[in-house]
């Protein structure tokens, strides 16, 4: 099983609801972490975050002033701040679709649905110190690779948002199939 | 506290980059077994969550005087932005937190309730009954979790105003198929 020193990891909690933040701060704690900051709404996170630079950013999505997504969208400019490519464990009540694509495009890092657990939490935070994406930027979207899997088996064109095509030169399975063995 | 910057590897593409950052934090990796008697990390957490749900009464009780509140608002003051805003995050905290507090049977209306608030074309047009229904229906499940039998009247309680929600929602959406797709469609998040 992989681990992690979590005494070595600086996170920042931003959620609106007090209890909810003591939550996230008591797992974070029984994991082994020390250094975990609170904010209580999207700009006193994007202050935190600019202040205390965490290396991983756990943070609601509903919030006052400006919410998770908005916050996740500030952080994500490239040459804007500190570290745009923090971790961003986006935790939040809301699962539909509309709103996990949503968070994939204003640049999270992983979507974690309430109600909350300590394996949950875990795994996330495993994910991104142990599996990190590269980066994409593209007229419209800066952030993790939103593929999360590359299908080598693909063919045809790139549907990069935002942008023209490009294409993948590689023959159709048909074509390989019919194709005469050299 | 670190201003340095992370380092990154671009490659372009077309009209695309894509940019391999520096693995800052590579070295919190360890792969140094448990030591005898050391316990695993996230039982380690779940014992101090338990240690924490002492609380968790009192919280489930605050949430739900929180929704109280805001029902009394929109009643007394209508449906505006702040009040209906309010509303919907009360009962999405208690969505989110009812689980985690002990109370899972009082996030079905919760949730049934948040759902009427985000997916009504025009709030106004809400029923201050249905909305009643919710706020009552989440306040009485957390009561009767001292009687037992919280689970029977939650389920009863929940498929009501469920059915009733959805029938309002869809004849309300009936010209916009793209939301009654998401009334309709199920969650894609993973476990």
Not at chain 1, 8 to 24: E, G, K, S, Y
Not at chain 1, 30 to 52: K, N, P, S
Request: proline fraction near 7%; aromatic fraction near 8%; glycine fraction near 6%.
């Amino acid at each position: 099983m992989v681990r992690i020193d979590f005494n070595r990891l600086r996170f920042l909690v931003i959620d609106d609801n007090a209890h909810m933040r003591r939550i996230v701060r008591t797992l974070l704690h029984g994991f082994g972490a020390r250094e975990v900051y609170e904010a209580e709404d999207g700009a006193a996170g994007l202050e935190a975050f600019t202040h205390y630079v965490p290396d991983i950013v756990v943070t609601d999505w509903a919030m006052p002033i400006f919410d998770g997504l908005e916050l996740s969208q500030m952080i994500r400019q490239p040459g804007a701040n500190a570290n745009p490519y923090v971790a961003i464990i986006m935790l939040t009540g809301h699962s539909e679709k509309k709103r996990v694509t949503a968070a994939r495009d204003a640049g999270i890092t992983e979507f974690l649905a309430k109600p909350i657990s300590a394996k949950g939490l875990y795994q996330r935070i495993v994910n991104v110190v142990v599996n990190p994406r590269p980066f994409v930027k593209t007229k419209t979207y800066f952030g993790p690779d939103r593929r999360r899997n590359a299908n080598s088996n693909y063919a045809g064109p790139e549907r990069r948002k935002g942008g023209k095509a490009d294409v993948i030169k590689q023959a159709p399975l048909l074509e390989k199939v019919r194709a005469p063995e050299k | 506290m670190n201003p340095r910057k992370p380092s990154a590897a671009v490659s372009t593409f077309g009209d695309y980059e894509v940019i391999t950052p520096e693995n800052k934090l590579r070295d919190r990796i360890s792969n140094r077994p448990l030591a005898p008697g050391e316990e695993d990390p996230i039982a380690r957490a779940e014992r101090a969550l338990i240690e924490l749900s002492t609380e968790f009464g009192g919280w489930m009780h605050s949430e739900c005087e929180r929704l109280d509140q805001a029902r009394r608002a929109l009643a007394d003051g209508g449906f505006t932005k702040a009040n209906k805003e309010a509303l919907f995050h009360a009962a999405h905290d208690i969505k989110g937190e009812a689980d985690t507090f002990g109370y899972p049977e009082v996030a079905g209306p919760a949730d049934s309730l948040c759902r009427l608030i985000e997916y009504a074309p025009d709030p106004t047009r809400i029923p201050p009954a249905l909305v009643d229904q919710h706020v009552d229906a989440v306040r009485a499940i957390y009561r009767e979790y001292a009687n037992s039998n919280a689970e029977q009247l939650a389920g009863r309680l929940t498929r009501a105003l469920r059915t009733v929600t959805d029938e309002f929602l869809v004849h309300e959406n009936r010209d916009r198929p793209d939301v009654l797709e998401q009334i309709r469609g199920p969650s894609i998040i993973p476990e």
